[in-house]
């Protein structure tokens, strides 16, 4: 039982968070579930990519809007109604790749408008975008980014645990190569994803959709005790990955349970120790065999030291720094700079864990957010180093999510933490792990040197 079903989940809870004016969070889709109702699919000009990857994915778009003279009815104010449509849709997807105008804007907004309270629970609006580094003029160009303004607002209004999310898309990217985007943001797996905006271009090598992904591919994952880390490995190995559950001999017991839970194996290792990379490749050689490559890394042991600035020696300070960010980097290095059995794969994911504290700071956590505003700084610099590579690095950066770390915060605090975004509620473990599974998905070799925020489009950096 996690933290939200603990207060919600028996009738004193509840009586208590209804004294406390807190209304009962959505209940969210999660896992490879699509949504019930029909994907609505709505085409601006020089459209037509959303439609080819809805039908990669076998999806046939679903009747289009009842009544589209908008205005048109009226209720008994005589105000005027949006159109609506027979059946709540569960999705819609816009395809704004073509708009270059201002007053194109205005078909999204008549797109949007019956949506906004006629989308059935934990729904979906979907928008695609030319990236404005591909279009011509300056008007173009706002237009691609007042498209964002669009999306963020939409999360923002949205009821019932829907979300709003934009992909835009790069100059030669295809179908195919929005096909694992598109269905990560239809299905469960993207539940706590809201108001984000991330970019999709041609991969490097192409690989077809597929419900386990990692089927006979080695993924390595750090901190995989307990928490995120124990989602991470559990979800991975869903989809099919021989996972290597890394984390640090105190931490053992934990470990060797979630490894024995998921068919994976467990490394003990400290990963500052100099020499982790290479402790990491001899296993995966030793344990799974000499031919075998790393397909993924998920880097996601961390640590918190926190205090205000004033209070932070040096000690708080390196460690911090040495376990978030430091290590990561080592591990990277060795890892990319030598070819060893149980090393690299030539296509491989690298993915790490930011934070929203990365983001916009926090209070507290001045050494935490060097080092995930570090991750992410990691991300950008590896896209440009790694570009002439299959190799992708992304990170995502997770808000309130509901562990052992944040169980440490204070109740009230706490409370005020994962009510502050637009789906009033704490993420959990899993929605931070599906997020980097999408990254690490052989489909998604377009999406790289991303960052993704996995906070329910928490306010704070929003
Ligand atoms: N929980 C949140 O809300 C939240 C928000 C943003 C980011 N994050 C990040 O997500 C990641 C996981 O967070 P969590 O909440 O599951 O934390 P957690 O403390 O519950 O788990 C972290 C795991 O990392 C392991 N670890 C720590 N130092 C290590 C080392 N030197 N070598 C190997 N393993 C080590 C720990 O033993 C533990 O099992 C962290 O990077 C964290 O900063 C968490």
Redesign the pocket.
Same mark, same amino acid.
């Given at each position: 039982m996690n933290a939200l079903e603990m207060i919600y989940g028996t009738p004193a809870g509840k009586f208590v968070a209804k004294k406390m004016g807190l209304n009962e969070p959505p209940k969210l889709r999660r896992g490879r579930t699509m949504p019930t109702g029909p994907v609505v699919l709505g085409e601006l000009d020089g459209g037509g990519i959303a439609r080819e990857t809805l039908s990669l994915l076998g999806i046939t778009p679903g009747q289009p809007l009842l009544d589209v003279a908008d205005n048109r009815t009226k209720d008994e104010k005589g105000r005027a109604q949006p159109p609506r449509y027979q059946q709540k849709p569960g999705a819609i997807v816009i395809d704004a790749t073509g708009v270059r105008e201002i007053t194109q804007l205005e078909g999204i907004r008549q797109l949007l408008r019956p949506i906004m309270r006629g989308l059935e629970p934990s729904g979906r609006v979907i928008l695609l975008a030319t990236d404005a580094s591909e279009v011509e003029g300056l008007e173009a160009k706002a237009v691609a980014q007042g498209i964002d303004g669009i999306n963020r607002t939409v999360g923002k209004e949205l009821r019932a645990g829907s979300t709003s999310n934009l992909v835009f898309v790069k100059g030669g990217a295809t179908a195919q190569d929005l096909a694992s985007t598109m269905s990560f943001l239809l299905e469960g797996r993207s539940a706590f994803v809201s108001g984000q905006a991330w970019r999709v271009g041609p991969a490097k090598v192409q690989h077809e959709v597929s419900p386990r992904p990692f089927e006979g591919k080695v993924v390595v994952v750090?901190?995989?005790?307990?928490? $995120?880390?124990a989602a991470i490995a559990r979800t991975f190995a869903r989809d099919g990955a021989e996972v290597v559950a890394?984390?640090?001999p105190?931490?053992g017991d934990?470990l060797a349970k979630v490894a024995n839970e998921i068919k994976g194996s467990a490394l003990q290792?400290? $990963?500052?120790a100099e020499d982790a990379g290479e402790k990491i490749a001899k296993h995966v050689a030793r344990v799974l065999g000499a031919e075998k490559k790393i397909w993924a890394i998920v880097h996601?042991?961390?640590? !918190?030291r926190d205090r205000m600035l004033a209070n932070l020696d040096e000690k708080l300070w390196g460690s911090v720094l040495d376990?978030?960010l430091a290590?990561e980097m080592r591990i990277n290095d060795y890892l990319l700079n030598n070819d060893v059995p149980g090393g690299l794969a030539d296509e491989a994911r690298i993915v790490g864990?930011?934070?929203?504290?990365g983001v916009a700071g926090n209070k507290g956590q001045t050494n935490?957010a060097a080092s995930?505003a570090g991750v992410m700084g990691l991300v950008w610099a590896m896209r440009d180093e790694l570009a002439d590579q299959p190799i992708t690095t992304n990170a995502v950066?997770?808000?309130?999510?509901e562990?052992?770390? !944040?169980g440490a915060i204070p109740f009230l605090q706490r409370e005020i933490f994962r009510r502050t975004n637009s789906l009033s509620q704490?993420g959990n473990?899993v929605d931070?792990a599906e997020t980097l599974a999408y990254l690490c998905d052989p489909a998604s070799g377009g999406v790289d040197g991303q960052v993704i925020r996995v906070c329910g489009q928490n306010l704070v950096g929003a």
């Open positions: 750090t901190g995989a005790a307990r928490g $995120i880390g890394v984390d640090i105190q931490a934990a290792l400290d $990963i500052t996601n042991a961390g640590i !918190t376990v978030n290590a864990i930011a934070s929203t504290s935490y995930k950066a997770p808000g309130f999510i562990t052992e770390m !944040t704490g473990p931070v």
